[in-house]
Nanobody, 119 residues
């Protein structure tokens, strides 16, 4: 099992920045990628960014490319999401997730952290 705890959400004005953190514990060696998702009210959960745990390869959704940066610190078992140039449409609950090596599915999820961007 892998446990994930997010932190760093909050209220920010449009154009501002926030950095989210996701601390992982447990069998982190059983994970392939770490990712950040978000879900706004009445919208489907959206994949934003992923990072390969070992090689650091990254992926970004078009909606955040150039504004958000995913990074990792394996020594701390922590993944970050640096969010710049935030827009009101970025308002959502942000979730950290870990992909299982065994199933290549997003099996582990954090509790979520609220990000609110005011105009």
């Amino acid at each position: 099992q892998v446990q994930l705890v997010e932190s760093g959400g909050g209220l920010v004005q449009a154009g501002g920045s926030l950095r989210l953190s996701c601390a992982a514990s447990g069998r982190t060696s059983s994970t392939y990628r770490m990712g950040w998702f978000r879900q706004a009210p009445e919208k489907e959960r959206e994949l934003l960014a992923t990072i390969n745990r070992n090689y650091g390869n990254t992926y970004y959704a078009d909606s955040v490319k150039g504004r958000f940066t995913i990074s990792r610190d394996n020594a701390k078992n922590t993944v970050y999401l640096q969010m710049n140039s935030l827009k009101p449409e970025d308002t959502a609950v942000y979730y950290c997730a870990a992909e299982s090596i065994a199933t290549i599915t997003w099996d582990y999820w954090g509790q979520g952290t609220q990000v609110t961007v005011s105009s």
